[in-house]
């Protein structure tokens, strides 16, 4: 009983260096080296106009992993065959292209066959960002947030709960906004702050001015969501799925973060009843997503 109180059940506040932030300095680092390398690819800069984040192209992006559903799954053999006068950034022989033509250059490969199912563009975009305005935005609320929640959990469990979160929130980004190409590590922050938001609320009685830190925290995730729905640059789904992602996985494998529910004597009961439907609610979405997302064919999208 007791080893299981020692993995599970947590109630020795940590110092602020037990753990070093291994995991939030490493994931910086690769974020902002990817920046770069699509910068470099892009040739520079591309205008304020086309990206009012100060970035590549949403064409680069996408060539180089971004969310894009038609090249995630097949698109309709019919739609395939339409033709329109190739973007200026293909280099083929005729003037005209068929989608079918123009997904081979976009998805960067050199024959889908229709269905190309890149998957690993649920996972990529945690790690590509829109432009200079969008990774300095992400990156200071990562160091803020991740740093101090990296030095409480340890480097294991923030990473699971990072790529959960952002996994997850492109997933539901795809699902519910398919006819974008989208990047970015909000969802995986989004999960990060989920995590926070439920650590100062559990541990509300030994915090200074509680109300404060909540209340801070509630208008930045209301906001966020709302300028997400106004705005069509912010992708407002991956919030939304990263919120919850990093809700169920931060109960599932975050010690201390349980209420006793049902007032039961030891508090490993309610922990592992909150852990088990956490997981099970985990698995829930992850397949469900899966299921929703494969049923239909790809939307025809061209980049503008």
Same mark, same amino acid.
């Given at each position: 009983m007791m080893s299981l109180k020692k993995i599970f059940i947590d109630e020795?506040?940590?110092?602020?260096?037990t753990h070093f932030p291994f995991f939030v300095i490493v994931v910086t680092i690769v974020q902002i080296a990817l920046f770069i390398y699509t910068i470099v690819y892009n040739k520079g800069l591309t205008s304020m106009y086309e990206n009012p984040m100060a970035g590549p192209s949403s064409l680069t992006l996408t060539r180089n992993g971004a969310k894009f559903v038609p090249c995630m799954k097949p698109t309709q053999e019919n739609d395939l065959r339409t033709t329109? #006068?190739?973007?200026?950034?293909?280099?083929?022989? =005729?003037?005209?292209?068929?989608?079918?033509?123009? /997904?081979?250059y976009l998805c960067n490969t050199?024959?889908?066959k229709g269905f190309p199912y890149q998957i690993y563009r649920l996972f990529i975009p945690i790690f590509l960002h829109a432009g200079i305005i969008h990774l300095v935005l992400n990156l200071v609320n990562q160091l803020a947030i991740g740093i101090?929640?990296?030095?409480?959990?340890?480097?294991?469990?923030?990473?699971?709960?990072?790529?959960?979160?952002?996994?997850?929130?492109?997933?539901?980004?795809?699902?519910?906004?398919?006819?974008?190409?989208?990047?970015?590590?909000?969802?995986?922050?989004?999960?990060?702050? #989920?995590?926070?938001?439920?650590?100062?609320?559990? =541990?509300?009685?030994?915090?200074?001015?509680?109300? /404060?830190?909540?209340?801070?925290?509630?208008?930045?995730?209301i906001a966020s969501l709302i300028i997400g729905i106004l705005i069509p640059i912010v992708d407002y789904m991956a919030h939304i799925g990263g919120f919850l992602l990093g809700i169920l996985s931060g109960l599932v494998i975050c010690p201390n973060l349980y209420?006793?529910?049902?007032?039961?004597?030891?508090?490993i009961q309610p922990k592992l009843i909150i852990m088990a439907g956490s997981s099970m609610f985990v698995i829930a979405f992850f397949l469900g997503g899966f299921i929703g997302f494969f049923r239909t064919t790809a939307p025809v999208y061209w980049l503008k």
């Open positions: 020795q506040p940590r110092e602020a260096g329109t #006068a190739c973007p200026s950034d293909i280099s083929f022989t =005729n003037k005209t292209c068929t989608y079918e033509e123009y /997904l081979w050199d024959n889908l101090i929640l990296e030095h409480k959990f340890n480097s294991i469990r923030i990473s699971i709960i990072y790529i959960l979160s952002g996994i997850g929130g492109t997933l539901l980004s795809a699902i519910g906004l398919p006819q974008y190409s989208s990047v970015g590590a909000s969802g995986a922050l989004y999960g990060l702050l #989920a995590v926070y938001f439920m650590d100062t609320i559990r =541990n509300w009685r030994n915090l200074q001015k509680p109300w /404060l830190i909540l209340t801070f925290q509630g208008i930045f995730i209420w006793n529910i049902c007032k039961y004597d030891s508090p």
